[in-house]
Every structure is written in C-alpha cells, then in structure tokens.
C-alpha cells in the first residue's frame, strides 16, 4: 500500500472533524428570554426557547418520528455551592409529533396531555417554545436581599427516538440539540 492509499483515511477523518463544528451550528436550540413576575404570592415564570432543529430531525419528524423535548427548570440562591439544593428544580417534558392522515401537527406535555393540534410546523415548534405560567415557589420562601438565578435547559430526548433510529443520533452531531445551561437573575 503507498504512501497517498494509506493518508486517504487520515484525511477524510480530518475533513470531517472540521465540519462538525459547522453542521453543529446550522442548528441548535437557544433559550431567548426568561420573565416572572408574582400571582398570588407565587413567583410565575415565562420563558421563550427558540428550537432551531437540524435538517434531519425536522426530515424525522415530517416522516412520523416524535420528538420528544426536555426543559429543565432550576431556581437556586446566586451565591448557592454546586452540592446545595435547589429551591426549584422541574423538568418538563414534551412532545411533537406529525400525523400524515390528519397533515397536522401536535404538541403535548408529558405525561398524559392530548395536546393541540396546529397546520403547520412552525406553529407547532412555536408554540412548543413558548412556557407561560409556570409556577416556580411561594415568594415567601425567599430571602429578603438574597440574589436569585433561574437556570434552563432544553433539550432534544434522544433517549425516546425509535430504537433504530437511537445509534445514529448518539453519533451525528445534528441529533445533539440542547441549550446547554441558560443562567437568568431572577427579578421578582
């Protein structure tokens, strides 16, 4: 074997770890903003995520592939050590899913909402990022003076694609869809 037959490998795997940060960033998820505000001496947050989903997870998902999402909600102390629990700490699941018979689009919490049904699928995906009302903890549990962060993550479940689909997501880089973790003060 010469020299360029044994360099051909090298090459491509090379090739290819350069465009992973580029296919990476075609898509990705991004937490936008985070409000709360009090009702009824509950602190109420609304959030907005921009779901950029990759080429091949929106290609799954007009084929009848459900995606399922996850929003990890947490609220601690500013000043709170890794190991120190946190006053909030919730994780939402949904799901979006296509049916082919109906041509429509559907969105539901998990577990057990029906959902709503929407025409297209940028609706769906709106509306799938949009959290309104949640309610996080009574006011009265926090410390006068005290600084406060909302910490959020969202991100793609690859844990509940369909088995066969579940060895190419853990490689493909278009199947990592996450936010990572988002830090808001709080301002109650």
């Excluded at 998820?29 to 950029?52: K, N, P």
């Excluded at 007009?62 to 999402?69: C, K, Q, R, S, Y």
């Excluded at 000043?79 to 949904?94: K, N, T």
């Excluded at 709106?126 to 903890?137: F, K, P, R, T």
Aim: hydrophobic letters at 45%; a negative charge; zero cysteines.
């Amino acid at each position: 074997m010469n020299r360029a037959a044994r360099a051909a490998p090298l090459v491509v795997v090379a090739l290819a770890l350069m465009l992973l940060p580029a296919a990476r960033a075609l898509a990705d998820f991004a937490v936008d903003s985070v409000e709360t505000r009090s009702e009824d001496d509950m602190l109420v947050m609304d959030a907005h995520i921009d779901y950029a989903f990759s080429k091949v997870a929106l290609e799954a998902l007009d084929n009848g592939v459900p995606l399922t999402l996850e929003v990890h909600v947490q609220l601690r102390r500013s000043s709170a050590w890794m190991w120190e629990e946190s006053l909030v700490d919730e994780r939402l699941r949904y799901v979006i899913r296509y049916k082919p018979l109906s041509e429509r689009y559907t969105v539901a919490r998990l577990p057990g909402d029906d959902g709503r049904s929407y025409v297209t699928r940028d609706a769906a995906i709106a509306a799938i990022g949009s959290i309104e009302g949640l309610q996080l903890v009574p006011k009265a549990r926090l410390e006068a003076g005290e600084g406060y962060v909302i910490e959020i993550r969202a991100s793609l479940d690859v844990e509940e694609l369909p088995l066969p689909l579940r060895p190419i997501a853990y490689l493909l880089p278009s199947w990592k869809l996450s936010t990572g973790w988002t830090k808001w003060p709080l301002k109650p």
